[in-house]
Structures are given as C-alpha cells and as structure tokens.
C-alpha cells in the first residue's frame, strides 16, 4: 500500500482546521486496566470531530467500549507481548479498517512496542518520526535518570542497587523516608499487589521490597524523596509537531490525587507557569522528541526547583484538560500533523480543570458541567459523565461498585493478617525463654 501522504496537503474541502475525516484513527492500549478515563477521552474527542475511531484494547464489554463514538474494538495483544506481535495485531486491525489510519498509542507498552517496529507499519499508519530506542529510554525511570543528567534536567538523585543489602544501604544514604519505584512498571502483574511507586521509611522495608523484584519484572529503583504539599505536583502535556511546534497542550497543576501526593491525577487544573513550560521545551528539543507526550514533576518548595519524576511518550491520562477555545487538543494536533492539516494558533484557557468522578466524587458533585461537549470553556470537564454519551458512565459505575467492594475486602483481609503478625512477634519477643527440664515453679521465679 502506497503512502497516503502526497494527497493531504492538497485536500481541503473543510474548513482551514478541521480534521481530514477521510482518515481514521486506531488508538492502542495494551495494560488491561477497567477503567481508563483517558482513553475514552481520545476516543470522545476524535468521534466528535467526524473521526472514525478503532481502539485495540481490552474493553469490548468495559466502559469505552460502550461510546457511541467509537466504531469498532479489536483485540489487544497482552501487554506482555513482544513487539512483532503487536505488529501483527495492527496489521490484522489494519486490513479490517481497509485504509490508512493515524495510530495513537495510549500507554507506555503500547508506546514502546509500536516505537521498535515503526518502520514496519509506516504504509499502514501514520506515525511521527522517532530517535530509535528514545521512547524505551525515555518511559524506563532508570535511562530517564541518566538522560535527565546528560540535559542539565533537574531529577532526584537515584540508586539501583543490585540486592537487598545494597536497597537498605541505598535508603540510609539518600535519607528515609525514600521513593521506591519499578524501573518499568507497566511490566507489574495486575494482581501482585505491588505498586509502580511506594514511599519506603526504612532501610528493612527497602530490603524487603527489593526481594520481590522477580515478581516485577524489571529493576527496582530507589529514589530521593522531593517534599510535597500545596501546588507541588505539575505535568505537562502537548504534541511535538514534524516541524517541532509544541501544540495542543500545556502545564497544569495536581490539585488531588489518588492515592494522595502519590497516585494519578483525579483533579486538574490548567496552570500556566512559563518556568515549567521553558524548561519542558528545551528537554524536548534536546532530545529531537515527535509526538505525544505526558510530563510528571514535583516542586521542591525548598529551592522553588521543577525535577522531573517521569516521561511517558504518550497522551496523558488527564490531556483533556487541555481542550482549548479553539477545541485543539493532545489527540486532535496529533491527527492534524499526522495528516498534514493546520493547527489552529492556541486558545489558552488557564483555570480548567479536569475531574475524575470515581476518585473525586465530592468535587464532582460540586464541579460545574460545561455547557456544550463539543465547546472547551474554562468550567470543568469530567473523565466519565457527559450527556452527549451517557453508557460509559452508566457502565463505570455498575463496575465500580463491584470493584470498591473487592478492594475493601482484600484490604480488610490484609489489615488483619498484619494485625496477627504483629501481636504473633510482639508474643514472641515478650514472653520469657523457657529452659529445656525447667519445672512451672522455676519459670515463675525466673518471670519475678
């Protein structure tokens, strides 16, 4: 199959920004998460513009999986596929969607598989140019730390130790408590019960930690603890165009997470500060970066310093909180370069913010619904509930439900199980030894 290319640049029967819509999407996710907010976004807003939208994932009966803008799933490969089979897969999806698509992964495995088989797949997708192997460096913590330092790029002094003993030294050295975090954690097992990245307060709990690491497949790093609190946590999303525009993003600020100051974003807000997007900018053009891209940084209040904790070469979760006035977002610049259409100039609206209904519940209550889907404007958009497509949301919260209740479960059985060994040690450690031949009287004068 030809490239479609030549053609784009000459056809315009819309008007001058619109999106080709001659020319479908296929968006990628390969993690089996239930509940991804930000791939129905994607989804949400190339359907709106007239996009024929394809998504390979695992959400045929999940949530997206019951928009009225999305025209068909596709099975995924597991996120533990090589990338050849992720190329077989697209090329599968390819011949079902019968003509040349824009492809947008939304997760890092995605990301980095579609990255190393790029060449393969480019008459069948359009896809930005990439640096070979940047994307992998880039989304593994361990690479990102040595390129943070080649760039002058603020980033927490990190340490991989190499065993327990090394983790337990590493902690005393750069001062507890310490972040623990899994060089690629989209490698995790969904039910292995360890986190992308804890906070470790002791040197044992380091050790401890550094002993499942078969389970996790990859390194475990550990990492400078940067001090949180109020407008501590940033990201920056956007777009690196083929001619090095960044477009259809911004710098926005954490307002709640969860878990809290160390899980995802579940309350955004637009937050222009041009420090931040200064120095997001030099990073990306240092590195030559095209495409998507979601920046997560952390404030040290002590010194006023951004340091960069991760880069994830993909559309953020939350990039809807950066539709702006002229409708441009994250997904929509990617389709419009990709097809060779222009980018409308950008229409900030600082003070957006964005909701994620099931992990802030009591501000979405509260948050005002904007007016229009198809309209940004500075009120707040929510992850799930829009009238324009009510099933996902609908579908969301008969999955939650179910999902709460496992979790607290779990939790539950976790809490008393620690509870047992605690008092069972505690015993242990309190009771007097009792010698071999010794009589009840003896004991009890030894216990005087």
């Known amino acids: 199959m030809h490239s479609p290319h030549p053609s784009f640049s000459s056809y315009s029967p819309y008007s001058p920004h619109s999106l080709d819509t001659r020319v479908p999407a296929v968006l990628l996710r390969l993690d089996r998460n239930p509940f991804p907010h930000g791939t129905l976004g994607a989804v949400r807003s190339l359907g709106r513009a007239g996009?024929?939208?394809?998504?390979?994932?695992?959400?045929?009966?999940?949530?997206?999986?019951?928009?009225?803008?999305?025209?068909?799933?596709?099975?995924?490969?597991?996120?533990?596929?090589?990338?050849?089979?992720?190329?077989?897969?697209?090329?599968?999806?390819?011949?079902?969607?019968?003509?040349?698509?824009?492809?947008?992964?939304?997760?890092?495995?995605?990301?980095?598989?579609?990255?190393?088989?790029?060449?393969?797949?480019?008459?069948?997708?359009?896809?930005?140019?990439?640096?070979?192997?940047?994307?992998?460096?880039?989304?593994?913590?361990?690479?990102?730390?040595?390129?943070?330092?080649?760039?002058?790029?603020?980033?927490?002094?990190?340490?991989?130790?190499?065993?327990?003993?090394?983790?337990?030294?590493?902690?005393?050295?750069?001062?507890?408590?310490?972040?623990?975090?899994?060089?690629?954690?989209?490698?995790?097992?969904?039910?292995?019960?360890?986190?992308?990245?804890?906070?470790?307060?002791?040197?044992?709990?380091?050790?401890?930690?550094?002993?499942?690491?078969?389970?996790?497949?990859?390194?475990?790093?550990?990492?400078?603890?940067?001090?949180?609190?109020?407008?501590?946590?940033?990201?920056?999303?956007?777009?690196?165009?083929?001619?090095?525009?960044?477009?259809?993003?911004?710098?926005?600020?954490?307002?709640?997470?969860?878990?809290?100051?160390?899980?995802?974003?579940?309350?955004?807000?637009?937050?222009?500060?041009?420090?931040?997007?200064?120095?997001?900018?030099?990073l990306l053009t240092a590195l030559d970066y095209r495409g998507a891209f979601d920046l997560d940084l952390r404030r040290d209040p002590r010194s006023g310093t951004y340091h960069l904790l991760d880069f994830n070469p993909r559309p953020g979760a939350q990039f809807r909180l950066f539709a702006d006035g002229a409708g441009t977002d994250v997904v929509r610049a990617a389709h419009l370069d990709l097809t060779h259409r222009p980018v409308p100039a950008p229409a900030p609206l600082p003070g957006r913010t964005f909701v994620v209904e099931n992990h802030a519940p009591l501000t979405a209550l509260t948050a005002r619904r904007r007016p229009r889907p198809e309209r940004a404007t500075t009120t707040a958009e929510f992850a799930w509930r829009d009238p324009d497509d009510p099933a996902p949301a609908a579908e969301l919260w008969r999955r939650w439900r179910g999902h709460v209740l496992r979790r607290s479960r779990a939790r539950l059985a976790r809490g008393v199980q620690n509870t047992l060994l605690t008092l069972s040690t505690r015993a242990r450690e309190t009771s007097p030894a009792v010698l071999t031949g010794t009589t009840t009287t003896e004991r009890a004068v030894t216990d005087a």
């Open 51 to 282: 996009v024929e939208v394809h998504l390979v994932a695992d959400d045929a009966h999940g949530p997206v999986g019951r928009s009225r803008h999305l025209r068909r799933t596709h099975p995924a490969p597991p996120v533990t596929a090589t990338p050849q089979e992720v190329r077989t897969a697209l090329l599968r999806v390819s011949a079902r969607v019968g003509r040349p698509a824009v492809l947008i992964p939304l997760d890092d495995a995605g990301a980095l598989a579609v990255s190393a088989v790029r060449v393969a797949l480019t008459d069948r997708y359009l896809l930005p140019r990439t640096t070979p192997g940047l994307p992998g460096r880039l989304a593994d913590k361990g690479t990102l730390a040595g390129l943070c330092a080649r760039f002058g790029v603020p980033h927490p002094p990190t340490v991989a130790p190499a065993s327990p003993a090394e983790a337990a030294a590493a902690v005393s050295a750069l001062g507890a408590p310490a972040v623990a975090k899994w060089s690629r954690p989209w490698l995790l097992p969904r039910d292995g019960g360890l986190r992308s990245a804890v906070l470790v307060r002791t040197p044992r709990e380091a050790a401890a930690l550094h002993e499942r690491a078969p389970d996790a497949g990859s390194p475990l790093l550990l990492q400078a603890y940067v001090p949180g609190g109020r407008d501590a946590d940033w990201f920056v999303h956007g777009y690196v165009a083929r001619d090095g525009a960044v477009l259809g993003g911004g710098t926005g600020r954490k307002r709640r997470a969860r878990p809290r100051a160390a899980g995802p974003t579940a309350v955004g807000e637009w937050a222009h500060d041009a420090e931040l997007w200064t120095l997001a900018r030099r």
